[in-house]
């Protein structure tokens, strides 16, 4: 059998595809599974690079698929997941038929926060002993305080 043309090489397609979709699947039991945190994470992209002074990011449910691959259906599964933890607020202007969010990033802290060392989850081994230490002085923060 020959060797495919160049034209056809996946590694080219790849490149051709688009940029690809980074989340962290450590987060997915905080969360509440994959699509949550694909969801989230997107939002957390666009934080830093889109929201408006308020923290406000426009985002319609076509360019969250196009951007993640998610389908409308697995969206609102995974809003619903992010709304009921407190992670992300929602406005829908009606009127003008655009939907906004906005992270709460203090809920994020907050729930890792409460997170036990024991949880899980699971860390890759270099980053595990930085955050037990830095759970373990966190508590020791709390005590002295």
């Known amino acids: 059998m020959s060797e495919p043309s160049p034209s056809m090489r996946?590694?080219?397609?790849?490149?051709?595809?688009?940029?690809?979709?980074?989340?962290?699947?450590?987060?997915?039991?905080?969360?509440?599974?994959?699509?949550?945190t694909l969801f989230f994470c997107q939002l957390f992209w666009c934080h830093a690079h889109e929201a408006d002074a308020e923290g406000w990011i426009e985002k319609t449910m076509e360019a969250m698929t196009k951007e993640t691959g998610l389908t409308i259906s697995e969206q609102k599964t995974a809003r619903r997941a992010l709304r009921a933890r407190g992670l992300v607020e929602e406005?829908?202007?009606?009127?003008?038929?655009?939907?906004?969010?906005?992270?709460?990033?203090?809920?994020?802290?907050?729930?890792?926060?409460?997170?036990?060392?024991?949880?899980?989850?699971?860390?890759?081994?270099?980053?595990k002993p930085r955050f037990e230490k830095a759970k373990s002085a966190f508590r020791l923060k709390k005590i002295l305080q």
């Open 91 to 127: 406005h829908y202007a009606r009127l003008e038929h655009r939907m906004f969010y906005r992270l709460n990033i203090n809920q994020l802290n907050m729930l890792w926060d409460e997170q036990d060392t024991e949880s899980e989850i699971p860390l890759s081994g270099e980053l």
């Open 10 to 36: 996946l590694s080219d397609c790849l490149t051709k595809l688009g940029r690809a979709v980074a989340y962290y699947p450590n987060l997915c039991p905080l969360l509440g599974g994959v699509q949550p």
